[in-house]
C-alpha cells in the first residue's frame, strides 16, 4: 500500500508539491519559534544570573530590607575575610564583589543621572565576557572607569577624557571623585548598555566609604551543585551576622513565569499545526473529488472502501512524513548556524524593553529530542486532516460517478 501510496504521489506531482510545502512551513515555522523563544528565555534566565543574582546573592538583611531608598550604610563588611570563608567551602567555585548605584555626572556646569556598575576583575563586567570596543579594562584599585557608547554618546565623551561623578555614600553623605575613561565596552545584555560606567570594586568601595566592604555578593556554584541547598547552608551560617542569602531562582521574574512560557509556546505551535492541517485537509479533500472516477473504478472492480480510504491516508502520511522531516533537517542547519553566528537584536528595537535583560545578540539552540517529537506531531496532525478528508468515499456513488465522468 505504501509503495502505491508513493506512486500515486509522484504521478500528481503538483498537488504533492502543494501539500508537502504547507507542512513544510508548518515544521520550519514552529521549529525556529521554539528554538528563538526558547534560547530567548535561556538567555534571559542567564543574564539574570550573570548579571543580577549569580547563583546566590548575599546581602545585608536592612538593606534588602529597604533596597528602594538605597540605603548604603547597611553592607556587607569585611568582604575579604568572607570571601576567604566562603571559597573554603566545597561547592562553591567563586565569590564577587559587586556594587550597582546612582550617580551625577558633571558636565557643563550641570549634572546628569548615571549608574555605576562595580565588581570584581574577572566578573562578567570586567572579563572575557565583556564586549571591549576599544581601549582597556579598568586597573585594579584605580580610579578609572570603562564607558558604554551610550554614555559616551550621552555626555559628549571619547575614549581618554575625565568625567567626575557624585554620588552617595555609606556614611550618609555624599563624595566625589574624577576618573579616566580608558575603555568602551559592550554586553550581551541590552540592559547592561545603557547610560552607565564600569569601575573596579576595589577603586569604588573607599569613594562610597565602605572600605573592604561591598553592597552585595555574588556566589558561583560548582556545576551540578544545588542552589536552594547551598543557600540554606549560606543562610544558617550568615544570618547571626545580619546577612540574608536567597537563591537566584527565590529572587528572579523569570522563574514563576516558566509554566506560562511553555503554555504559550505550546498554544503558538498548535496555531501553526492547525493552519497546516487545513491546507493539507483541502488538498487531499480536492484529491478526492478529482479522482472520483479512478476511486469508483477501484471500487467496482472490488477495492474496499476502507482499502481506498486508507490508501489516501497513506499518500497523506507519505507526504506529510517526508515533507516534515525534510522541513526538520533544514530547520536544524538554519539553528545550528544562528547558534554560533548569532541574531542581532540590536536593529528590531531590543532598546524598547530595556530593564527586561535581554540578549542583545540571540544564539539560538533546541534541544534534540524536540524535532522527532515536531515531525511525529506534523505527521499525525496530517494523518488525521486526511481522514476526514477520505470521509467523502464512503458516500460515493459508483455508478453515478462512472457516468458523470464518462
Avoid at 49 to 54: D, E, H, L, P
Amino acid at each position: 500500500m505504501i509503495k502505491l501510496a508513493l506512486r500515486n504521489c509522484l504521478r500528481n506531482r503538483k498537488r504533492t508539491i502543494v501539500t508537502g510545502l504547507s507542512v513544510m512551513l508548518a515544521v520550519f515555522v514552529v521549529l525556529m519559534i521554539m528554538s528563538f523563544m526558547y534560547s530567548c528565555f535561556d538567555q534571559l534566565a542567564a543574564n539574570e544570573r550573570k548579571y543580577t543574582t549569580g547563583d546566590i546573592r548575599i546581602r545585608n538583611a536592612r538593606f534588602n530590607e529597604f533596597e528602594s531608598l538605597m540605603p548604603m550604610q547597611f553592607f556587607i563588611e569585611d568582604y575579604s575575610s568572607l570571601k576567604d570563608e566562603l571559597m573554603r567551602m566545597p561547592e562553591i567555585k567563586d565569590v564577587e564583589s559587586v556594587f550597582s548605584l546612582a550617580a551625577s555626572v558633571y558636565s557643563d556646569g550641570k549634572l546628569e543621572s548615571t549608574a555605576i556598575y562595580a565588581s570584581d576583575p574577572g566578573s562578567v563586567f570586567i572579563g572575557d565576557e565583556t564586549i571591549l570596543y576599544e581601549g582597556r579594562f579598568a586597573e585594579n584599585g584605580a580610579k578609572e572607569v570603562m564607558a558604554t557608547p551610550l554614555f559616551l554618546k550621552h555626555h559628549g565623551l571619547s575614549l581618554g577624557d575625565s568625567v567626575t561623578c557624585i554620588f552617595k555614600t555609606a556614611a550618609g553623605g555624599t563624595n566625589a571623585a574624577t576618573f579616566r575613561i580608558v575603555g568602551i565596552v559592550g554586553y550581551l545584555n541590552s540592559e547592561m548598555n545603557g547610560n552607565l560606567i564600569i569601575t573596579t570594586a576595589d577603586a569604588l568601595a573607599p569613594l562610597v566609604r565602605m572600605k573592604d566592604g561591598a553592597l552585595e555578593l555574588h556566589v558561583w556554584l560548582n556545576e551540578g551543585a544545588d542552589e536552594t541547598a547551598e543557600a540554606d547552608v549560606l543562610n544558617s551560617l550568615l544570618s547571626d551576622r545580619g546577612l540574608v542569602v536567597q537563591s537566584w531562582s527565590e529572587i528572579s521574574w523569570i522563574a514563576p513565569v516558566m509554566p506560562l512560557y511553555d503554555l504559550m509556546i505550546i498554544i503558538i505551535d498548535a496555531l501553526f499545526f492547525f493552519i497546516a492541517s487545513t491546507l493539507v485537509f483541502n488538498t487531499m479533500m480536492m484529491s478526492a473529488l478529482e479522482r472520483k472516477k479512478e476511486l469508483a473504478t477501484m471500487i467496482a472492480i472490488g477495492f474496499s472502501r476502507k482499502y481506498i480510504m486508507a490508501l489516501l491516508v497513506a499518500e497523506g502520511l507519505v507526504i506529510s512524513l517526508i515533507s516534515a522531516t525534510l522541513s526538520a533537517l533544514i530547520s536544524k542547519v538554519m539553528i545550528d548556524i544562528f547558534g554560533v553566528v548569532g541574531i542581532d537584536l540590536t536593529g528590531f528595537g531590543i532598546e524598547a524593553v530595556e530593564g527586561w535583560g535581554f540578549p542583545n545578540i540571540l544564539y539560538t539552540r533546541l534541544a534534540g529530542w524536540i524535532y522527532p517529537v515536531v515531525i511525529l506531531a506534523e505527521t499525525c496532525v496530517s494523518v488525521l486532516a486526511a481522514i476526514l478528508a477520505t470521509m467523502r468515499v464512503r458516500k460515493l456513488e459508483v455508478a453515478g460517478s462512472l457516468r458523470e465522468e464518462a
